[in-house]
């Protein structure tokens, strides 16, 4: 017999929630298959199984908390689920046939009718994670459209439940909590862990910083051009697509070297300089926002930001981003462009001084040597924390991209 137990949490986290399990006691897996996933306020953990054999027992259920290496479930490895057909019992032809019974999908708890395939499905739809939103919510799986294989209730479609015709959502006392008819319905969802800590960190940032927001406008047609004229040779020779923002961490890496205090941070009432550049990019995903970190930013070519910007949205839409990812980070960069935003102040992401947030290009008149000229310009935005950095700094840094960004060949040119 083997233990199952949690992932070795960093320092700086402290502890983690089961927020579902994909096996049953009872059930056999195989090695490396995905036995449980551990949210904690940064990143969710899986849990995998080590070799192939039975989950015999669990310990922690859905919605325990658990520590650092702790105990979650016990595994017997090389074992396999169920009685062979020699080991089961003989039946007697003059005995009446017994209603047909299967194991709950919880395994060992009460037997349940295996009627037909229509009642299999519905148990099955039933994972710890539907029953956990069913629970949180009130929503009765049984009304609601699965979108997964067969027909099976996901936990995506609890989240934003799509009702059976002529079916309501009832709670477990029977009293509808939403109608499928009329458009006043309301649903009560607890937060995450992770937006929890989101929010905590947002709220923190505003009130014990002093947060003050610069804003200039570039001029994108110098890069849109380089961008129109190479992303075909770009994409051949490096596989990944020519974005605009591999070109604006080496904007912001170059700049963060001209200005040491807005790469710096704050530890109580000491600043601490950075000899290093660790640009995070902030990324939404479907359990909230996430900033993962790219690393050496000065070391790092343009191809290799991009495969790695990319490398990281991938990762957040699936959940797979590792504490590691996220870890550290010496100034970040948010992009509300991609959702059409035009002008925002971002937040701070302490204890870093300052984010850049990049906006959605739009066409406007300027005057160009004396004409008016229709130009693609973008808002930039930059956030930071007036303890730390001068108004002299950070406008002269916020300067400096946008020079560096409306002439792309000063970064080739070290200018």
Same mark, same amino acid.
């Given at each position: 017999?083997?233990?199952?137990?949690?992932?070795?949490?960093?320092?700086?986290?402290?502890?983690?929630?089961?927020?579902?399990?994909?096996?049953?006691?009872?059930?056999?897996?195989?090695?490396?298959?995905?036995?449980?996933?551990?949210?904690?306020?940064?990143?969710?953990?899986?849990?995998?199984?080590?070799?192939?054999?039975?989950?015999?027992?669990?310990?922690?259920?859905?919605?325990?908390?658990?520590?650092?290496?702790?105990?979650?479930?016990?595994?017997?490895?090389?074992?396999?689920?169920?009685?062979?057909?020699?080991?089961?019992?003989?039946?007697?032809?003059?005995?009446?046939?017994?209603?047909?019974?299967?194991?709950?999908?919880?395994?060992?708890?009460?037997?349940?009718?295996?009627?037909?395939?229509?009642?299999?499905?519905?148990?099955?739809?039933?994972?710890?994670?539907?029953?956990?939103?069913?629970?949180?919510?009130?929503?009765?799986?049984?009304?609601?459209?699965?979108?997964?294989?067969?027909?099976?209730?996901?936990?995506?479609?609890?989240?934003?439940?799509?009702?059976?015709?002529?079916?309501?959502?009832?709670?477990?006392?029977?009293?509808?909590?939403?109608?499928?008819?009329?458009?006043?319905?309301?649903?009560?969802?607890?937060?995450?862990?992770?937006?929890? $800590?989101?929010?905590?960190?947002? *709220?923190?940032?505003?009130?014990? &910083?002093?947060? +003050?927001?610069? #804003?200039?406008? @570039? /001029?994108?047609?110098?890069?849109?051009?380089?961008?129109?004229?190479?992303?075909?040779?770009?994409?051949?020779?490096?596989?990944? $697509?020519?974005?605009?923002?591999? *070109?604006?961490?080496?904007?912001? &890496?170059?700049? +963060?070297?001209? #200005?040491?205090? @807005? /790469?710096?941070?704050?530890?109580?009432?000491?600043?601490?300089?950075?000899?290093?550049?660790?640009?995070?990019?902030?990324?939404?995903?479907?359990?909230?926002?996430?900033?993962?970190?790219?690393?050496? &930013?000065?070391?790092?070519?343009?191809?290799?930001?991009?495969?790695?910007?990319?490398?990281?949205?991938?990762?957040?839409?699936?959940?797979?981003?590792?504490?590691?990812?996220?870890?550290?980070?010496?100034?970040?960069?948010?992009?509300?462009?991609?959702?059409?935003?035009?002008?925002?102040?971002?937040?701070?992401?302490?204890?870093?001084?300052?984010?850049?947030?990049?906006?959605?290009?739009?066409?406007?008149?300027?005057?160009?040597?004396?004409?008016?000229?229709?130009?693609?310009?973008?808002?930039?935005?930059?956030?930071?924390?007036?303890?730390?950095?001068?108004?002299?700094?950070?406008?002269?840094?916020?300067?400096?991209?946008?020079?560096?960004?409306?002439?792309?060949?000063?970064?080739?040119?070290?200018?």
């Amino acid at each position: 017999m083997a233990d199952i137990k949690a992932p070795v949490f960093p320092e700086s986290v402290a502890d983690g929630t089961i927020v579902e399990w994909h096996v049953t006691e009872g059930q056999q897996v195989n090695r490396d298959d995905l036995l449980a996933e551990i949210e904690t306020d940064k990143v969710v953990l899986e849990v995998v199984a080590p070799d192939d054999g039975v989950l015999t027992k669990i310990v922690k259920q859905v919605d325990d908390t658990v520590l650092s290496d702790e105990l979650i479930a016990q595994f017997e490895a090389g074992a396999s689920a169920g009685a062979s057909a020699e080991e089961a019992p003989a039946v007697n032809p003059d005995q009446p046939a017994a209603p047909v019974q299967a194991k709950q999908a919880a395994g060992g708890g009460e037997p349940v009718q295996a009627t037909d395939k229509k009642g299999e499905a519905d148990h099955k739809d039933q994972s710890p994670a539907v029953r956990k939103a069913a629970k949180e919510s009130g929503v009765d799986p049984k009304e609601v459209e699965g979108s997964g294989r067969g027909g099976r209730v996901t936990k995506t479609d609890m989240a934003n439940p799509t009702l059976k015709s002529d079916s309501s959502i009832k709670s477990d006392s029977g009293r509808p909590v939403a109608e499928s008819m009329g458009e006043r319905t309301e649903k009560r969802v607890p937060m995450t862990r992770l937006r929890k $800590r989101v929010a905590e960190r947002l *709220l923190s940032a505003s009130q014990d &910083t002093a947060m +003050l927001t610069t #804003f200039n406008e @570039v /001029n994108m047609k110098p890069l849109m051009d380089m961008r129109a004229k190479y992303k075909e040779k770009f994409e051949k020779r490096h596989g990944v $697509r020519l974005g605009f923002m591999s *070109l604006f961490v080496k904007a912001a &890496t170059e700049a +963060l070297k001209r #200005f040491p205090a @807005v /790469n710096a941070s704050l530890d109580g009432d000491d600043i601490v300089y950075h000899g290093f550049y660790d640009i995070g990019v902030a990324v939404s995903s479907d359990r909230g926002l996430v900033v993962p970190v790219l690393r050496d &930013t000065d070391r790092m070519s343009m191809a290799d930001v991009e495969s790695t910007i990319r490398e990281f949205g991938g990762k957040a839409q699936q959940g797979k981003l590792g504490l590691e990812d996220m870890t550290g980070g010496t100034f970040t960069i948010s992009n509300g462009g991609v959702f059409g935003s035009l002008m925002s102040t971002p937040i701070l992401n302490p204890p870093q001084t300052a984010i850049l947030g990049m906006h959605a290009i739009n066409d406007r008149p300027m005057a160009v040597d004396g004409k008016v000229e229709i130009l693609p310009m973008m808002y930039l935005a930059l956030s930071y924390d007036h303890r730390m950095i001068d108004g002299k700094e950070a406008v002269q840094f916020l300067v400096t991209i946008k020079e560096l960004v409306e002439d792309p060949a000063m970064l080739l040119l070290d200018l």
